[in-house]
């Protein structure tokens, strides 16, 4: 699992998704395919994007939801928790000798 969430951000155009969503959750395709283009000049097709968000769903990144016709997608930090949380570990009380 960690693997795919390695593999997902290592991509700039996912990570300018999470940046939006980060700003403004709970974004339709549409919406995220205009914020990229006004924003970053990333004139990426819908299907494009599509696939990214899959990519980005698949490593948990991403959660969607439907409400009638649209399907919205929201940030899921919790991959991101479970790798910090591995290598940061709390500070250690120094001890003096």
């Given at each position: 699992m960690t693997d795919d969430v390695f593999k997902a951000l290592a991509d700039p155009t996912r990570r300018a998704?999470?940046?939006?969503?980060?700003?403004?959750?709970?974004q339709t395709l549409f919406e995220i395919c205009a914020r990229l283009t006004t924003k970053y000049g990333l004139a990426s097709?819908?299907?494009?994007?599509s696939q990214h968000l899959a990519v980005l769903e698949s490593?948990?990144?991403i959660r969607t939801r439907r409400q009638g016709r649209y399907k919205f997608h929201d940030l899921n930090t919790?991959?991101?928790e479970?790798?910090?949380t591995r290598w940061l570990k709390p500070e250690q009380p120094e001890h003096h000798s």
């Open positions: 998704v999470l940046d939006e969503l980060t700003e403004r959750d709970g097709s819908r299907q494009a994007i490593a948990g990144l919790e991959p991101l479970r790798i910090v």
